[in-house]
Every structure is written in C-alpha cells, then in structure tokens.
C-alpha cells in the first residue's frame, strides 16, 4: 500500500455532491476506502456491509458509484449486480468491483454480472483512486446530462401545451368552415418534437374569414418560441388583416422592433369572402401558395423579405375563388420533402378526398417543420 495515496491532498470540489456506496463485509476495507472517498472531496459516503443493506440503499438513494466487493454474506457483490441491472433504473449505474479473485475467468464473471470495472486486491491506491476518479466523473457528467434532458422534456411539454391552444381546433376549423361555405383541411408536423410554424384562423366578419401561415425561424424549441412570440403579434394586429398587406407590414414593423434581428419569419395572410369569392392575400418570405380552378393549378405568386427585417414591402393581391375551387397553403417543410413537384401532385390529386390535406402530406420523414392548409369553396352552403 502506498502511504502517499493515504496522504492529505486537495479534494476535488466536482465531486461535493458526489455519492458513493462502499459495500464490503471487511470493516478495514470500508475504512480504508471511505478516508480514500473523504480525501477526494466526495460529499455523500454510505457504507454497507452485504448485499441485502446496499440493496436498500441503493435503491432508495440512486447512488453514482458503487464499491462492490465480491465475496459477501447474505446476498454476495455478483447477486447484487445481477438484480439491479434487472432493474432499468439501473442499467447504467456505475459499479468498481474489489476482489481478490485473480484469474481471468472470475474476471469476466464479475463484467458478466453486470460490473464496470474491476480492480484486483491487493491493489494500488494511486490506481484505485484514478479509476473512482474516472468513473465517479463519468457517472456525474450522465447525471448532469440526464437531469438537463429532463428539463428541457418539461419546456418541451410547456410548449407543446401553448402551441395546441394557439393552433386551430379541430372543432374550430369545422365551425368556421361550415360558417363560410368551405372546407378546411390542414397537416401540421414538426420535423423536430415541436417546431416553428404556425396557423390561425379568425372570423373577421359575418362574410369575411381571415388566415395566416406562419414560418419562423429556427426548429425545435428555439422554433417554437419564436412561434409563440411571432403568435402574440398576430393576435395584436389581427384587425388589420382586412388588408392583408397592411397586416404583414404592420408584423414587420413590430418584430424587428421587439427583436432587435434575432427573430424572423415568412408569412402568408388572406381573407376569404364568403359571398363573392373574392381572396385578398399577400405574402413574404414564403413559398407561393396556390389557386386550383377547374384542371389548372395557379401560381399565387408573392414576394418580399423576411418578417422582422423591417422592410418588407408587399401589395395585396386578389383573386376570385368559383364554387369548387381550392387553396392551397403550405410551409417549406412540404415542398422540400415531396419527390414531385407541388404543381404536379395537385394536378393529379383527388380534390374531393375527405381529408385533402393528409392526401397531400408526405408518408415518410420530412427535412422541415411542415404546415399544409386547404380551403375549398364548397358548391353549396350547406354540408
């Protein structure tokens, strides 16, 4: 045994919240090896003396490291491995056997068992320390990264809540469009577990409906909370979306003030009007939406900056939408995970199918968040 091992030396503040079992029958040995654990600057040291005791504690607490010797009575250190790696809790639980079993088969029996490593009595205390060094480390950075993960699962569930109360219900969706005499379906899919585009519906009017598509910037998270900031400004201007070009100017204006160039958008807004068929829409920053009348798809074509540049620019366009005609609305996420081209899937797509928008959607995995919307002019009032 070296006495320098066993010598005063700095502990290591990393390992302050650091908790180790020592499990051993040999009183000496668990001495030795707490003033070992003490001297490193480990903050939590449990001590049990077989396998029954270190099961309790161990199971009870979730410990980073175990010292495990082998040879035990009761319940010996192989049992023991054996029953917590039943146990997915701890599958990845650092375990340091001790033994004195020197050949290379009570070797593999002990790595079988379910041990990380394994040190051979009598050992170096110099090695012995390294090796719950490495370990101890290890097995704190996987805690450090699994409690990171679970915070950030819990702001995914945040938002994921905000985001379903921002979307149009399904129940809102059928309303409205049995209100205005048109069928409404849409696909949202984030590419990532929540995502950054965004659509809403609003009555602007007892003639007049209004919608807006949404693609912010970024994915995932930072996606969605873009989106949501992006969703209180659309809320804020929704009365002027009676002008759709004045209601995207207004967004601009806004975001680049609030955001100082860290958050931008494309957009889409329109208004639909229930009597007349008329469509005013305009867009930005956003693939063209299109306008399927009788056997031919058109290009709505639009075109400006960015939203939160603080420039953009558009005119609101019109159309005239026959009974029976169709909108089509879309995010890039559709148009970057199709095969086709979007004119040539709507040329050949079933326009009376029930859901269109699901016909329409991609089967396989997608390269962007997707949002696809269709509104259909219905040829009677009624459903």
């Known amino acids: 045994m070296s006495q320098d091992a066993l010598s005063p030396q700095k502990s290591l503040p990393e390992f ?14 668990r001495v030795l090896l707490r003033n070992l654990c003490e001297k490193l600057g480990i ?53 340091l056997v001790q033994t004195s079993m020197q050949s290379e088969e009570d070797h593999v029996r002990c790595f079988n068992s379910g041990a990380t490593d394994v ?19 290890s097995a704190i950075a996987a805690r450090v990264l699994f409690d990171f993960r679970k915070r950030i699962q819990a702001h995914i569930e945040i938002t994921h809540t905000f985001l379903d109360a921002v979307l149009p219900s399904s129940e809102t969706i059928e309303a409205l469009a049995y209100d205005y005499g048109v069928s409404i379906s849409s696909v949202y899919r984030p590419h990532d577990e929540i995502g950054g585009d965004l659509w809403t519906l609003r009555a602007l009017s007892d003639d007049l409906l ?48 609030i955001s100082y160039g860290q958050l931008f958008a494309g957009a889409c807004a329109l208004t639909f009007h229930k009597k007349t068929g008329q469509v005013l829409y305009a867009g930005s920053a956003i693939p063209y939406p299109f306008h399927i009348t009788g056997q031919k798809v058109h290009v709505m074509k639009t075109r400006g900056l960015p939203l939160g540049s603080g ?21 890039d996420g559709w148009s970057e995970s199709i095969i086709r081209t979007p004119e040539d899937i709507l040329l050949h797509a079933d326009l009376g199918a029930p859901f269109l928008a699901e016909t329409l959607a991609p089967k396989g995995d997608i390269i962007d968040d997707m949002t696809l919307i269709t509104l259909q002019r219905r040829f009677t009032d009624g459903i």
């Open 119 to 137: 040190i051979t009595r009598p050992f170096h205390l110099a090695e012995l320390k390294a090796r719950i060094t490495a370990h101890l480390r």
């Open 43 to 95: 903050g939590i040291i449990d001590e049990a003396e077989d396998g029954n005791v270190a099961y309790e504690i161990i199971t009870r607490f979730q410990p980073d490291l175990i010292l495990l010797d082998v040879r035990m009575p009761r319940m010996d250190g192989l049992e023991l491995m054996k029953r917590l790696r039943k146990d997915p809790v701890f599958d990845r639980l650092s375990i």
């Open 210 to 257: 209004g919608l807006v598509l949404v693609d912010a910037s970024a994915h995932g998270l930072a996606g969605a909370i873009n989106t949501l900031r992006v969703d209180c400004l659309v809320q804020e201007y929704m009365e002027d979306l009676y002008d759709p070009g004045i209601f995207l100017g207004k967004l601009d204006a806004a975001m680049a003030k």
């Open 311 to 331: 420039a953009v620019q558009v005119e609101t366009q019109s159309i005239t939408m026959a009974k029976g005609d169709t909108l089509v609305l879309y995010s």
């Open 16 to 29: 302050a919240r650091g908790h180790v079992v020592i499990v051993d029958d040999d009183p000496t040995n």
